[in-house]
Nanobody
Framework: QVQLVESGGGLVQAGDSLRLSCVGS????????VGWFRQAPEKEREFVAV????????LYADSVKGRFTISRDNAKKTVYLQMNNLKPEDTAVYYC?????????????????WGQGTQVTVSS
């Protein structure tokens, strides 16, 4: 059973930075693509970023492009989301998700396993 655990969320001010981590266990981490999604209150879960197994390919939502960076360290079984210049509209619960599909994808339904989420709150 594959498990993902997020950490690194918190309360920050607009313009600040945070780095989220997603640690995997229970499987071969290097064979998963891993994505980040977020869900704000009363809104649908939305795609943020995804990284391929070997970090060759990365994809970002337009709303975070240029501010967020996704990376991974397969030796540590960890995917990171570096978030810079945070805005109040980035406030949400952030989830990481994974599966063994080779191609990148933006749709939550494509991913097989999910973490429990970490709260990010950006004050203005």
């Amino acid at each position: 059973q594959v498990q993902l655990v997020e950490s690194g969320g918190g309360l920050v001010q607009a313009g600040d930075s945070l780095r989220l981590s997603c640690v995997g266990s229970g499987g071969t981490f290097s064979t998963y693509r891993v994505g980040w999604f977020r869900q704000a209150p009363e809104k649908e879960r939305e795609f943020v970023a995804v990284i391929s197994r070997s970090s060759v390919m990365r994809l970002y939502a337009d709303s975070v492009k240029g501010r967020f960076t996704i990376s991974r360290d397969n030796a540590k079984k960890t995917v990171y989301l570096q978030m810079n210049n945070l805005k109040p509209e980035d406030t949400a619960v952030y989830y990481c998700a994974g599966d063994q599909t080779l191609l990148l994808g933006r749709n939550a339904y494509e991913y097989d396993f999910w973490g429990q989420g970490t709260q990010v709150t950006v004050s203005s």
